[in-house]
C-alpha cells in the first residue's frame, strides 16, 4: 500500500470514529443490527447529512453503503433514500428499490413502505399492485404514518385494492393521530357528512400545518 493510500485510509479512520464519538438519535433503530462496524458507519452517516451540504451527503451516501454492504437494515434503507432523491450519489431508482428489497428482508417498515409506493407507482420498478399493497399494509402494521395513510386513501378511494371505507377510516385515524395532515384532510372528507364538527376540527389542524388543500375545504364549508 503506497503511503498516500495509507494516509487516505488513516483519515477515513479518523473520521469515522470522530462522527461516532457524537450523540446520534438514530442509535435506538440500531439495536437490531449486530455488526459495531455497521451501525459505526450508519451513525456516521447520519452526522453528516445533519450537518448538511453537498460535500456532506456525498460522505454519508458513502458510509450509509457501507453500513449497508455489511447488512444493516437501516443503511440498505437510508442508501436507498439516497438513490431515490439523488443525494450524495447519481440518482437511480432501480438501485434505490433493490436496496429497499433488502432493508424489506429484515422487515424494516420505511423499507417496506418506499418500496411499496415504487411499486405502486411503477417507479423504478414494473408496476405490481398486489405487491405494493402488500408492502404498504406490512409497513402500516408498523405504525408507518404515510403508510398508513396511503392505504387508507386506497380502501376510501377503491383504488388498487375494493373500496372498503370501514378500513379507510381505521387507517386514516392511525395516520392524521400521527400529524400526517393529507391523512387530516381525506378522513375530514370521509366523515364530513356523520360528524361535520370533527371534520372542520381535523381540517383545521390540517390547515394550520400549511396544507393548502385543508385551507381551501375548510374555507368552502364555513363559507
Known amino acids: 500500500m ?3 493510500r495509507r494516509r487516505v ?3 477515513d479512520v479518523l473520521l469515522l470514529s470522530l462522527l461516532t464519538a457524537c450523540t446520534i438519535d ?3 433503530r440500531m439495536d437490531d443490527d449486530s455488526s459495531l462496524a455497521a451501525r459505526q458507519a450508519f451513525q456516521a452517516g447520519d452526522t453528516l447529512m445533519k450537518q448538511g ?3 456532506n451527503e456525498a460522505l454519508a451516501a458513502r458510509y450509509y453503503k457501507r453500513a449497508a454492504d455489511m447488512g444493516s437494515a437501516w443503511g440498505q434503507y437510508k442508501y436507498g433514500t439516497m438513490l431515490l432523491e439523488g443525494k450524495g450519489v447519481a440518482k437511480d431508482v432501480p438501485a434505490a428499490a433493490e436496496a429497499f428489497a ?3 428482508e429484515q422487515n424494516n417498515g420505511w423499507a417496506q413502505y418506499q418500496l411499496g409506493v415504487l411499486y405502486m407507482d411503477a417507479n423504478g420498478v414494473p408496476k405490481d399492485t398486489a405487491r405494493g399493497a402488500a408492502l404498504l399494509a406490512k409497513a402500516a402494521d408498523q405504525n408507518i404514518g404515510w403508510a398508513q395513510y396511503r392505504v387508507g386513501e386506497m380502501y376510501a378511494t377503491g383504488a388498487d385494492v375494493p373500496q372498503d371505507l370501514v378500513k379507510a377510516r381505521a387507517y386514516l385515524e392511525k395516520a392524521a393521530a400521527q400529524d400526517i395532515t393529507y391523512a387530516q384532510f381525506a378522513l375530514a372528507n370521509l366523515i364530513i357528512d356523520k ?8 381540517l383545521r389542524q390540517a390547515a394550520d400545518a400549511g396544507n393548502q388543500l385543508a385551507a381551501k375545504r375548510l374555507a368552502q364549508i364555513t363559507g
Open 195 to 202: 360528524d361535520p364538527q370533527r371534520a372542520k376540527t381535523l
Open 26 to 28: 438514530a442509535a435506538t
Open 102 to 104: 433488502k432493508a424489506v
Open 2 to 4: 503506497t503511503k498516500k
Open 53 to 55: 451540504g453537498a460535500k
Open 9 to 11: 485510509r488513516i483519515l
